[in-house]
T-cell receptor, first 116, second 110 residues
């Protein structure tokens, strides 16, 4: 089956620093990738849709200048949390959709971000 | 995308069938029913999807009522490793987004 690799699995950073999370589709090309965040005991919340070669589309209430998304190739999307604060501590998950395939999404294993 | 309603939690005995219901009374004709699950601290995993016919794969069966207003995910022989949050989602197949609701916490007990 299709594999989505997310890196790092967990990261601890100081308040005010920036953190980059990578999402790679290992064995398929993904025109579209999605970024979610999840707080403890809550459901996944869609943050943005990332399209290869174009600007990401952010969901209402998500700050695009704080959560920078880049989708430079068909196999890689990155999420950068800029000037991180403790309230940004969360579980971030990416997913990818097969190019030309609409049936299902494949998810990464997630990144636990802790901002001190 | 249509909204779904699922029970907050369910328990199931190991080895027995787990039947997880989902209501989607506002589903429209071009919306599919998808099921994903999320094991603790991992990314969601695709299980199955369907439009109006019942579906079966190696993981589960999906039963959709004739009026399509509800569905049931069936795990035929639940194991402890099936303990997870199960999400029922409806969306247009060409739709770009997958929006998660609260899901059902399934606890499989020995």
């Amino acid at each position: 089956g299709a594999v989505v690799s997310q890196h790092p699995s967990w990261v601890i950073c100081k308040s005010g620093t920036s953190v980059k999370i990578e999402c790679r589709s290992l064995d398929f090309q993904a025109t579209t990738m999605f970024w979610y965040r999840q707080f403890p005991k809550q459901s996944l919340m869609l943050m943005a849709t990332s399209n290869e070669g174009s600007k990401a589309t952010y969901e209402q209430g998500v700050e695009k200048d704080k959560f920078l998304i880049n989708h430079a190739s068909l196999t890689l999307s990155t999420l950068t949390v800029t000037s991180a604060h403790p309230e940004d501590s969360s579980f971030y998950i990416c997913s990818a959709r097969l190019t030309g395939g609409f049936e299902k999404l494949f998810f990464g294993s997630g990144t636990q971000l802790s901002v001190l | 995308d249509a909204k779904t309603t699922q029970p907050t939690s369910m328990d199931c005995a190991e080895g027995r069938a787990a039947n997880l219901p989902c209501n989607h009374s506002t589903i429209s004709g071009n919306e599919y029913v998808y099921w994903y699950r999320q094991i603790h601290s991992q990314g969601p995993q695709y299980i199955i999807h369907g439009l109006k016919n019942n579906e079966t794969n190696e993981m589960a069966s999906l039963i959709i009522t004739e009026d399509r207003k509800s569905s049931t995910l069936i795990l035929p022989h639940a194991t402890l490793r099936d303990t997870a949050v199960y999400y029922c989602i409806v969306r247009v197949v060409e739709g770009n987004k997958l929006v998660f609701g609260a899901g059902t916490i399934l606890r499989v007990k020995s």
